[in-house]
């Protein structure tokens, strides 16, 4: 059953947003969200299943013709080259986030495209306008955000939503959320998964029906429980957040292992439980406001996690691609920080999900051989 | 540096340098506030309550016309932080932050009461949380909600229908953001907001941004552009950091009627005009000689840039029995105005029309995200409607990778082979 469930898990993170676009008539009840800062709650109380673009090695010729370089995450290229050629043209509505400027800017693109006939796809390009800063203005803004997205979405459905229906949700995503946190604590402090394995696992949780997320990550969990712990320096992915195995696994082909990542998609999947109290629409506004994690997140937020992460770490690998405006700002932070305490750290500065450059791989030799000094003293 | 053709363009230097005086003087022996804002914050409520703001598009603008910008941006670098940060918005804080690195304008920035800024691309937040630690101070700040609805040709919406400009779900998380704004300005200043008052300040901008608008359509008229472009921006952006005060419309009624003469009397910035170029984008401040390097060899003149044009499409607002729901309609959407499609094409191609434009050179940010974007959109646009598009990849305030004679080279090319003389 524990390898069935990987596996299971696996495709649940890897399969769906590839397999758009390949079958008449199968991707009716897809809702493509660009990052997770959308709640799924919403999306799946109106009936729809959540997909994900992300990050990819694979070319993007046509989406290159209209995004500008430096600016627009791999992620985006990958979600406009599919909407380019056609693949999204069945699929019920595109949610893009307002958690990034880039995100926010791609919806604009979409749109503008739409409207002048450079796409011929009328799928609905919708903004989930999420704002992160503080104020109450704020908190009530992003509230009457989701209960718009819900309305839109209810209305593409053509069935009506109910609070009830959207507890109903909330209860099942957070059933998910505790399993996803039972298999996140297997990373540490006794790393039985690898990073690329536990980013895979983990991040299965935004596109599997939470029930079945629920039940194959418990049994994904005892499985691995069972296992050895891994050996090999330890490392804490930070920087801008990750949404592909591809850094992790150049990491751990060098003989360690990634234990945690500031990333929605590995160690941050899945939070905090959204509050089964009161108004459903202001505890998921609440949740997704306090919890994404993306370029417009508050520093401090961002830092906080970064310092949770570092605990029991031998080394830090910071990934700040090209298109980044926003984590680098605390580089000489960040650094003074891992200085002040003897970590070894190194910026990988290009694309996470490409093939990394020599110049890099060397700069992730060198911090890994100082790091496994570190980890020989710790652990013997 | 080219000779300034307009005593306007002189006096609104030697405003600008006697106000900033004044700021130090009022700061340090007075112990007065004052707030250092972004460029899109509402300047108003700040002078209403009598704390002097300055501007960090102004600050940095000044930085790099003085030289002193590699000097800092070095310091930027040497302290970590990627190249590829936006260094238009962050000069101001490496002169605080690393304020030994070299020497900033006027004796520097005083510590600031307040910051502001609204966070618009995705650093600003990170620029402005750092330099409120870098000078131990208070950030305010004004999030910016995204536009869903962008109704074609916002510039004929503006003026009497902004409130169907901006959804109303925007408008009203602007509008509070801007009361809690004057709550905390009114703890700093010891004084109430007269909204009346407010309403007055809003009339006189309408008037000054009139003025403008005059002045525009007389440059875009004239046989031949009566000022240049650089002195445009000179004389409009000193008085848009204090719009409304006294000076600022009387400035920009002297600015007018100097236009006016030269027109009156067929006076060119660049006699035998043959080409008209716009500029796309935030201005080249550590060259601005650029602009009028191109007059002796092609007789060609920069003739439009955002920041006159901007100002009565952007500003003005009539009809407000709330003022600061006109503020809020006006601070709402400045970056999809000037950046964002559809927006930022559609009225960059009517502008470009207005003024018979015949190439226009468009600014390929290295480091600025918000202003990287959209910019595919209006090339594109320009071309369609026939005006030929030249890329200029440089960095506004960062003059270390710019080769002004390869650029200048460039443009001269381009001049010959893809516009017609």
Redesign the interface.
Known sequence: MGTDAIAGLTAGFEAPFAALGRKAGADRDAVVISWPSVPVEVVRATGFRPVFARGAATATPAAD????A??FPCRLRQLFEAVLTGRLDEVAAIVLP?T???D??G???L??LQ?QGRIASRTPV??F?L?Q???D??AA?DC??AG?LLRRLAGLARRPVENVGLQHEISRANAARAAARRLAALRRPQPRLSGAEALTLLGAFWQLPAERYATLAAAAGDEIAARLPIAGPRVLLAGAPVDSTALSAAIESRSAVVVGEISPFGSEAAGADVSPDGDPLVALAEKYRRDAID??S??EAIWRRLEAGLAGIDAVIVS?P?????F?????RL?LALETCGMPYA?V?GDPTAVLRREIRMRIDTVLAAAAGRCEARYG | MADKQLESTLAAAAFQKQWFADLRRRVFDERAPYALLQADVPFELFDLLDIPAVSNQWWASLVAAKRQAPAFLDAMAADGLPAQLCRYCSLGLATTRYAGAGEAPWGGLPKPRLLCARLTCDCIHRVFSLWAEAFDTELFEIDHPGASELPPRWWEMSRHRWRELVEPHRLEFVAATLERLVSRLEEISGRRLDRGALAAQLERVNRQEEIFDAARQLIAAAPETPVRMTEQIANVMATQWVRGSDWALAHAQTFYDEIRQRVDDGVAACPGERVRLMWVGAGLWHDTDFYTAFEGSHRAVFVWSMYLAFGPDGYIRYGFDDPIEALASRTASFNEYLHNPPWAAEWIVEQARAHRIDAALVLHPTSMKAAASGRKFIERALEEAGIPVLPVEADVVDARAWDPAAARASVCEFLDERVAQ
């Open positions: 013709e209209v995004l500008e430096r600016v307002r990034s400027d880039a926010y800017k919806f604009l693109y749109r503008e409207r919708l903004l306008d704002l800063s503080s104020g203005e704020a803004y009457g955000r718009d370029a417009r508050p520093r700040l090209a298109d980044d405006a926003s680098g700002w605390d580089l000489p650094r910026v500065d």
